[in-house]
């Protein structure tokens, strides 16, 4: 399968516990997106990136949270300190091309985060 | 700050085209409009792009007016398995001012037998 990964599936932890979230894109995609996604939204964007750097963060993207992209390649959410709010369907999305928003993004399958 | 209004839901049966338009009216000059379709529990998937006027693909059409302010999704012949939610997106600006795909609440389409 060479469509965008992301592992866990399903995370289910205690608050307060730290979670982290590995997405490995589509490869040579040089574009990464994070999206948060809850029951009966729209996602959410969180963040970018352009190879390995960090372009862009949405206010939704407290301190809790941080995303790096190390060589441009695969990508970690990590969320700290979890709180019942931050249960959610969080989607990695790929894309190539010049760095524009008219390319086709694909997405992975998610990791729904539960805290309890 | 670029916004897309769609309608929350839409019926409709087996056979039949469905027109799902989506409003966009402060579109960027250099942005496209690209719908995706997203089924419970799995992440959106890309069905069409358009600039202007007419683009079709094998799944889809995209209609845009030349003031590009709405689009129309059409979807020929629907079937019970396009049940899903259709979002229209164009860029969106960020505080840094570089513009980011955003999603809006998407259209709930429901294929009845």
């Known amino acids: 399968d060479t469509g965008v990964s992301q592992d866990p599936r399903h995370k289910i932890t205690k608050r307060g516990q730290n979670v982290t979230f590995r997405c490995d894109p589509i490869s040579e995609h040089n574009r990464l997106y994070w999206y948060r996604q809850t029951l009966g939204q729209g996602p959410e964007f969180l963040t970018y990136?352009?190879?390995?750097?960090?372009?862009?963060k949405s206010r939704l993207l407290s301190d809790r949270f941080s995303a790096e992209r190390p060589k441009g390649s695969f990508s970690t959410l990590e969320i700290q300190r979890t709180e019942q709010g931050d249960s959610a369907m969080y989607l990695c999305?790929?894309?190539?091309?010049?760095?524009?928003?008219?390319?086709?993004?694909?997405f992975g399958q998610g990791t729904r985060l539960t805290v309890v | 700050l670029a916004k897309t209004t769609q309608p929350i839901s839409m019926d409709s049966y087996e056979g039949q085209e469905v027109n799902i338009t989506c409003s966009h009216n402060n579109i960027a000059t250099n942005d496209y409009i690209t719908w995706y379709q997203q089924f419970p529990s799995q992440g959106p998937r890309f069905i069409i792009q358009g600039y202007k006027t007419k683009v079709t693909n094998e799944v889809a059409s995209l209609f845009i007016p030349a003031d590009r302010k709405s689009s129309t999704l059409s979807l020929p012949r629907v079937s019970l398995s396009d049940t899903a939610v259709y979002y229209c997106l164009v860029g969106d600006i960020m505080d840094t001012g570089r513009r980011a795909l955003t999603f809006g609440s998407g259209t709930r389409l429901q294929v009845q037998p």
């Open positions: 990136f352009q190879n390995e750097a960090q372009l862009e």
């Open positions: 999305a790929s894309s190539s091309g010049t760095p524009s928003l008219n390319t086709e993004a694909f």
